[in-house]
């Protein structure tokens, strides 16, 4: 699995870590009952289609099972106006570097599904030497939707797992940082990430995690 | 050629034939009843054979690992251990029995082949069409022996066999007349 700090061949660019503004991080709790209900019925969604998995999500895209009623909104005209990324079908280490770009792109706040198993765990290419093994190793992911492929109405309940999340969470600052793994403030025990900065936002597993044999859900 | 030919192409047909085009086609559709899926309101209607989660019938499990090992994904984990059955009558010979201690199927890696179903000699696994299992941590995904027996209840009951096909083996085995000793026949 090659690192993914080869993603930056380019000069890369420190970022500022991305906020929300003093208004919308202390808004009283009614205000963002509003915000986090519009935030999860109009998620503009960025099809990242790599596999056989992106032809269900077509189909769940379309008129038999049409996920805009639940408020996606197909298609985003490009990363940097959507919302929401379905990354559906084998994730290889040639194309982890454009989805890493891509997600960067998008603005805050972002959300991902991995859809399939491919990009779940690198799922039957779990052997292979050019897929990677899972998507979160690249990206952070909010919804696993197990399948290969899953059915478009896997999609959908994710979908629904997604939009229970969204409507829970408090974004702050802090929120992000956590979830991108405390980009910006690098310490020495960071290490390598110190190179990149902005590629270490996300914390990325070793190749002993990603071989690991097997680990226990969370009690 | 005029700016209005260049628009509506070299056919000079107008705006309007376009325009009927268009609402005869929406007269045609809109007689038509919705094929769309109202799904979290309505659960689909799947097909028994649908590939959505394996389920575990616990006690049908020898924990003899065939399903572990013709895995394509190696995504079953299973631990046992033995333990020693004492003998029952006088004299007799203590016996062993394995005993499942772990079960765990990992779906964020399974591909659905369904092999492990077909190499289950004891038939303790089985497919389920459920498929609302996502998950917002990645390590949820890996179903344990309790959450993969709590499958088995959505496990539809096996097809109808084809008419006139040969009765199945178990019916047939039980209604075949018991052996009687040599020398008693009638």
Not at chain 1, 113 to 138: E, H, M, R
Not at chain 2, 6 to 15: A, E, I, M, Q
Not at chain 2, 143 to 170: F, I, N, Q, Y
């Amino acid at each position: 699995m090659s690192d993914v700090s080869d993603v930056t061949h380019d000069r890369s660019v420190p970022l500022p870590m991305p906020r929300v503004g003093p208004v919308g991080e202390h808004a009283p709790k009614p205000i963002r009952v509003v915000l986090n209900w519009g935030r999860r019925y109009s998620l503009w969604v960025f099809n990242f289609g790599l596999a056989c998995c992106a032809i269900e999500f077509i189909a769940a895209s379309m008129g038999r099972h049409d996920f805009i009623r639940l408020g996606v909104i197909p298609f985003a005209p490009g990363p940097r106006q959507a919302d929401l990324m379905v990354v559906s079908g084998t994730v290889t280490d040639k194309m982890a570097p454009a989805i890493r770009r891509l997600y960067d792109q998008m603005p805050e706040p972002k959300y991902v599904i991995s859809f399939g198993a491919c990009s779940n765990s690198g799922g039957p290419y779990w052997d292979s030497y050019s897929v990677t093994k899972g998507v979160d190793q690249l990206i952070p992911v909010d919804v696993y939707v197990p399948g290969c492929p899953p059915r478009p109405e896997a999609l959908l309940h994710g979908i629904i797992r997604l939009q229970e999340q969204i409507a829970g969470e408090r974004l702050s600052g802090r929120a992000i940082a956590e979830r991108l793994g405390g980009a910006g403030r690098l310490g020495p025990a960071d290490g390598e990430g110190a190179a990149a900065p902005r590629y270490t936002a996300h914390r990325t597993g070793s190749a002993a995690e990603v071989t690991r044999a097997r680990v226990e859900p969370p009690r | 050629m005029n700016d209005e030919t260049k628009r509506n192409g070299p056919t000079n047909k107008g705006l309007l034939p376009g325009i009927l085009k268009g609402l005869a086609t929406t007269a045609k559709t809109a007689t038509r009843t919705t094929h769309t899926h109202e799904y979290p309101d309505v659960a689909p209607d799947l097909p028994p054979r649908s590939r959505g989660v394996i389920a575990l019938l616990e006690e049908n499990c020898t924990s003899c690992m065939l399903c572990a090992r013709e895995c394509p994904d190696w995504c079953i984990y299973i631990d046992s251990h033995k333990e020693t059955v004492p003998a029952t009558t006088e004299g007799g010979r203590d016996r062993q029995r394995n005993v499942l201690d772990n079960f765990s199927i990992d779906f964020s890696l399974c591909m659905y082949c369904g092999i492990c179903i077909e190499v289950c000699p004891f038939d303790a696994l089985f497919w389920s069409p459920q498929f609302e299992y996502a998950e917002t941590d990645i390590r949820d995904l890996l179903h344990d022996k309790e959450r993969l027996g709590g499958w088995m209840e959505t496990v539809p009951p096996p097809p109808a066999l084809d008419e006139r096909a040969a009765e199945p083996a178990e019916v047939a085995a039980a209604n075949k007349p018991a052996r009687m000793p040599r020398g008693r026949a009638t």
